[in-house]
């Protein structure tokens, strides 16, 4: 269960879990071939910048149907968790079609079932402008990380071009129907969050979504 916040710089559109999980439900069948490819070079420059190594503890917040299961180095420990449960099960269905493997859980990103300082990386690909609210998301994140560890978060952000940045806080109220807020504020989140990016690069084709590290 979660509360609808009041807008905030952060973000203006209100969601919540029920909604959201509702819309991945219904769009799970259709999710790879609508967001696979036009997303997927942000998936693979994040995956060169986490390089993780044998033994890594990575978990990845917002698996969905588990594009980026395949990408990891067979050695790494791979966790994912995620709110729909019809994602999951196409998630599912990739680690064993891949033989794959990775520990999956339905789960809220705001309310993660982890121990503090548990993974060595914790990576949002496209999540966090998708969750009701993106900042416990984030601390959380920070929470399960481990000292020493790293944050990795994909996603787009408000532009820094004022028109489009009007307009994107304008749309989100509308686009957050079809699964996305377009107005989350990049350093409004992470300023709120107390937490200092090391890297901020922009990703995709148009370069409209951001990736971004932050060091535990
Ligand atoms: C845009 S998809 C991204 C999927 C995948 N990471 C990718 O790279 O394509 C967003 C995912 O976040 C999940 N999600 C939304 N709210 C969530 C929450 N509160 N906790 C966990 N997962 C959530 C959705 O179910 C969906 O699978």
């Known amino acids: 269960m979660s509360v609808m916040k009041p807008p905030s710089e952060v973000s203006v559109a209100g969601v919540e879990n029920a909604f959201v999980e509702r819309v991945y439900d219904k769009i799970s069948s259709v999710y790879d071939v609508a967001f696979g ?4 070079p942000g998936r693979l420059r994040a995956m060169a910048v986490m390089a993780p190594g044998p033994g890594t503890r990575v978990l990845e917040v917002g698996v969905g149907t588990g594009l980026n299961l395949s990408l990891y180095p067979k050695a790494c420990q791979v966790t994912g968790i995620d709110f729909s449960q019809r994602m999951l099960s196409r998630a599912e269905e990739r680690v064993s079609r891949e033989g794959l493997d990775a520990r999956l859980f ?12 548990s993974f060595d990386v914790v990576y949002a690909p496209y999540v966090i402008s998708v969750v009701p609210d993106p900042l416990i998301v984030l601390k959380e994140m920070h929470r399960v990380c481990a000292g020493g560890g790293r944050l990795i978060v994909l996603n787009h952000f408000r532009s820094e071009w004022p028109v489009l940045s009007r307009l994107e806080r ?5 686009t957050v129907h079809v699964g996305f807020k377009s107005d989350v504020d990049r350093d409004a989140l992470f300023g709120d969050a107390g937490l200092w990016p090391s890297s901020v690069e922009r990703v995709n084709r148009p370069r409209m979504w951001s990736l971004v590290t932050v060091r535990k």
């Open 37 to 40: 490819p036009i997303l997927q």
């Open 106 to 117: 339905q789960m809220d990103a705001a309310d993660l079932r982890f121990s503090d300082n």
């Open 170 to 174: 304008w749309l989100s109220p509308l």
